[in-house]
């Protein structure tokens, strides 16, 4: 399984970005998620999603993110509204075989990562 981040950019505070992650490789019945970092801070998860639908958000992001997925291009995106500076951090998505949808944030549940594109916000 291989996935490929697109999307990060640098934008001021109050706009808008859509990150994309294009999946290759056999893969079903998954779990997917964006994760973050900023620089020395730990990986946070921001946004999971099942093949069912079933969403879940980080709370510094609900109201402003939306996490979505198109099954046939095999894309998952991460709709970001109301950028912060905090917002500010490599984002990667993730995936794996679907687990719980509790867990969708942990990232120790998933074992197929991107390589991360970056996102910039300033005040």
């Known amino acids: 399984v291989n996935l490929v981040e697109s999307g990060g950019d640098s934008v001021q505070s109050g706009g808008s970005l859509r990150l994309s992650c294009t999946i290759t490789?056999?893969?079903?019945?998954?779990?997917m998620a964006w994760f973050r970092q900023a620089p020395g801070k730990g990986r946070e998860g921001v946004a999971g999603?099942?093949?069912?639908?079933?969403?879940m958000y980080a709370d510094s992001v609900k109201g402003r993110f939306a996490i979505s997925q198109d099954n046939a291009k095999r894309t998952l995106f991460l709709q970001m509204n109301s950028l912060k500076p905090e917002d500010t951090a490599m984002y990667y998505c993730?995936?794996?075989?679907?687990?719980?949808?509790?867990?969708?944030?942990?990232?120790?549940?998933?074992?197929?990562w991107g390589q991360g594109t970056q996102v910039t916000v300033s005040s």
């Open positions: 490789g056999p893969i079903s019945d998954y779990s």
């Open positions: 999603i099942n093949d069912n639908e079933y969403t």
């Open positions: 993730a995936a794996d075989l679907r687990f719980l949808s509790s867990s969708l944030l942990r990232a120790d549940k998933y074992q197929n």
